[in-house]
């Protein structure tokens, strides 16, 4: 009987632990399965999850591992190399309103308790808590002051990180350094999928699933359409300034937008993931004959402003043939909210490009140069 009990008792623990693997197995397929993103890899471990950040500059690296433990159990022993990090951050200072945007879409907008560059968010509920001191202004992101930073007591901080980044003197603070790669990643998709980073980060994992796989699939839905396209037109997008027309590369964010919207794009066999610097010569020669153009600037509401800030803008098709659309960024909250939301874009292009697919449509960021 004692022997029979003991083969139970082991037979009984085997099947516990294999369960337990097989949630695991389970929690990372679901979370690996529809997996866009180049430069973040997200592993539940037994305890913590385990956060690895690709290096964008050096193949083959990590810019960083985190480890996130829920704050209500114990840190487990035979953790890895990585920096610790105790969930939900309940005090971040974040540096970006992108994030301090998807954090209000993740539930965790109180968690923001200190801001660097206040001068430049635009939203008025940040605004009015610094203001009146219930979101600390930390000055300046390239050199924060570190008496408001040590007030404020952050339990995290999320910055943008640079090729060889050094953070000055909170590095030295023992803080955890978030280092929000997103606009590193070149995928629509890629960059949106962060959005579960996030969410686990405030305590929110479910809700950061949800909102990247709601994004994906009406980012989907929305390239289903357009594969049913007869005409792919032409585009380019953006214009010189100061003697520099920056060009999506041919592997890049952009470049991606356009060819899942229907479109076609001069610059398709180049395969740099970021912008080309070129002249405006150099763009005329490759693109006059763009049947659409798309801009991103804030003050030009007409063909007329468009010649005016620079003359010869007039030689494109596009320009000819009225089929110029402007994002005002201004005015709009394109840059802060499309990074986590490129479906929006998506749709914005694509109907543009094929009307006939999205009959009906409101744009919400393009407007037509028609005059």
Same mark, same amino acid.
């Given at each position: 009987?004692?022997?029979?009990?003991?083969?139970?008792?082991?037979?009984?623990?085997?099947?516990?632990?294999?369960?337990?693997?097989?949630?695991?197995?389970?929690?990372?397929?679901?979370?690996?399965? $529809?997996?866009?993103?180049?430069?973040?890899?997200?592993?539940?471990?037994?305890?913590?999850?385990? =956060?690895?950040?690709?290096?964008?500059?050096?193949?083959?690296?990590?810019?960083?591992?985190?480890?996130?433990?829920?704050?209500?159990?114990?840190?487990?022993?035979?953790? #890895?190399?990585?920096? =610790?990090?105790?969930?939900?951050?309940? @005090?971040?200072?974040? !540096?970006?309103?992108?994030?301090?945007?998807?954090?209000?879409?993740?539930?965790?907008?109180?968690?923001?308790?200190?801001?660097?560059?206040?001068?430049?968010?635009? $939203?008025?509920?940040?605004?009015?808590?610094?203001?009146?001191?219930?979101?600390?202004?930390? /000055? %300046?992101?390239?050199? #924060?002051?570190?008496?408001?930073?040590?007030?404020?007591?952050?339990?995290?901080?999320?910055?943008?990180? !640079?090729?060889?980044? +050094?953070?000055?003197?909170?590095?030295?603070?023992?803080?955890?350094?978030?280092?929000?790669?997103?606009? &590193?990643? !070149? %995928?629509?998709?890629?960059?949106?999928?962060?959005?579960?980073?996030?969410?686990?980060?405030?305590?929110?994992?479910? @809700?950061?699933?949800?909102?990247?796989?709601?994004?994906?699939?009406?980012?989907?839905?929305?390239?289903?359409?357009?594969?049913?396209?007869?005409?792919?037109?032409?585009? *380019?997008?953006?214009?010189?300034?100061?003697?520099?027309?920056?060009?999506?590369?041919?592997?890049?964010?952009?470049?991606?937008?356009?060819?899942?919207? /229907?479109?076609?794009? #001069?610059? %398709?066999?180049?395969?740099?993931?970021?912008? &080309?610097?070129?002249?405006?010569?150099?763009?005329?020669?490759?693109?006059?004959?763009?049947?659409?153009?798309? *801009?991103?600037? +804030?003050?030009?509401?007409?063909?007329?402003?468009?010649?005016?800030?620079? $003359?010869?803008?007039?030689?494109?098709?596009?320009?000819?043939? @009225?089929?110029?659309?402007?994002?005002?960024? /201004?005015?709009?909250?394109?840059?802060?909210?499309?990074?986590?939301?490129? $479906?929006?874009?998506?749709?914005?292009?694509?109907?543009?490009?094929?009307?006939? &697919?999205?009959?009906? !449509?409101?744009?919400?960021?393009?407007?037509?140069?028609?005059?």
């Amino acid at each position: 009987m004692k022997h029979s009990a003991i083969l139970q008792h082991v037979a009984v623990a085997l099947l516990l632990a294999m369960m337990l693997v097989s949630c695991n197995r389970g929690s990372n397929a679901a979370r690996n399965d $529809d997996r866009q993103a180049s430069l973040l890899v997200m592993t539940q471990k037994r305890g913590y999850l385990k =956060v690895e950040i690709k290096d964008p500059w050096h193949n083959g690296k990590l810019l960083h591992t985190y480890l996130l433990v829920p704050r209500d159990s114990v840190v487990p022993r035979d953790l #890895p190399a990585g920096t =610790v990090v105790r969930t939900p951050v309940r @005090r971040a200072l974040v !540096y970006s309103e992108v994030h301090t945007s998807v954090m209000r879409e993740l539930g965790g907008f109180e968690a923001v308790k200190g801001v660097c560059d206040a001068n430049y968010f635009t $939203d008025p509920e940040v605004l009015a808590r610094v203001k009146h001191g219930a979101i600390a202004d930390c /000055g %300046s992101s390239s050199a #924060p002051s570190i008496e408001r930073v040590i007030a404020m007591k952050p339990d995290a901080i999320l910055l943008s990180p !640079y090729q060889d980044a +050094t953070y000055g003197q909170v590095e030295k603070l023992g803080i955890p350094l978030i280092e929000c790669a997103d606009y &590193l990643e !070149y %995928s629509p998709l890629g960059r949106a999928e962060w959005a579960r980073f996030y969410g686990a980060l405030l305590g929110s994992e479910e @809700r950061g699933d949800s909102l990247y796989r709601a994004v994906r699939g009406r980012y989907d839905a929305i390239v289903a359409r357009t594969q049913k396209a007869t005409s792919h037109p032409s585009v *380019i997008t953006e214009m010189v300034i100061s003697g520099v027309w920056s060009v999506p590369g041919g592997n890049s964010y952009m470049a991606r937008v356009i060819k899942d919207a /229907g479109g076609s794009y #001069p610059w %398709s066999d180049d395969k740099s993931t970021g912008s &080309l610097s070129l002249d405006f010569d150099q763009v005329l020669a490759k693109a006059q004959n763009a049947d659409f153009w798309f *801009i991103k600037w +804030t003050g030009i509401n007409t063909l007329a402003q468009l010649q005016a800030q620079y $003359d010869l803008n007039k030689n494109f098709k596009a320009f000819k043939t @009225r089929r110029v659309w402007v994002c005002d960024t /201004g005015e709009s909250h394109f840059f802060v909210r499309i990074p986590f939301h490129p $479906d929006v874009l998506l749709h914005e292009l694509a109907a543009v490009l094929h009307p006939e &697919l999205f009959p009906g !449509y409101r744009h919400e960021y393009y407007h037509h140069l028609d005059r």
